[in-house]
């Protein structure tokens, strides 16, 4: 693969590059996620979690369970903090996503990359390291003391992806609470 970096901004606008495969000519632009794409990203978070299940869920569910639970995610640029969804865009489509968050605690500021995903048909060309390229970028023009990447023991090609861009193993034990779902606790009798 060429990289050609034509429009790269602080400001992360975009970082466009060209990519050589079976001798065509493919223009590939990582920015930004537009107003108006965000049931594109919907799509790609419930292809990510229906891949993700088999690391971790004892229960598997239907890609269509996955899909009717992210077209009513909701996405913002408004949380704590920031909200940074960068796109790889293959002539036109959407091939993947880096969602990043930014928090400043007040004693210091962090990154994640929340979601990382690329279309199965469009791995392998390179579009994965740029994503993981300009979220270190972002990062750093964030001026962020650390950023972080989750994934699980079991997905080798995301921690070697995640190495391969510089993040490192910690020595850190992460726990998790999941709350569990209203329709899941029971009610409380009435005492009247």
């Avoid at 000519?25 to 107003?35: D, S």
């Avoid at 469009?122 to 989750?150: I, M, N, P």
């Amino acid at each position: 693969m060429i990289r050609i970096c034509l429009d790269w901004k602080s400001s992360f606008e975009q970082l466009v590059f060209n990519t050589y495969a079976s001798h065509v000519e493919k223009i590939v632009v990582i920015r930004q996620m537009k107003h108006g794409e965000e049931n594109e990203i919907r799509t790609l978070y419930a292809k990510l979690s229906f891949e993700d299940q088999t690391l971790w869920r004892k229960q598997t569910k239907l890609i269509a369970e996955y899909l009717a639970e992210a077209s009513e995610m909701p996405i913002t640029e408004e949380i704590k903090g920031k909200n940074v969804i960068l796109v790889a865009e293959e002539d036109g489509t959407i091939a993947g996503f880096c969602w990043c968050t930014i928090v400043d605690r007040g004693v210091d500021k962090q990154a994640e990359i929340a979601e990382f995903y690329v279309e199965k048909e469009y791995r392998g060309r390179g579009l994965g390291s740029e994503l993981l390229a300009a979220a270190r970028q972002l990062f750093t023009d964030e001026k962020v003391e650390a950023a972080f990447a989750w994934t699980h023991q079991g997905n080798r090609e995301a921690i070697e992806r995640y190495k391969s861009a510089g993040f490192e193993k910690v020595d850190q034990l992460v726990m998790a609470f999941i709350p569990p779902r209203k329709e899941r606790i029971p009610e409380t009798p009435s005492t009247e």
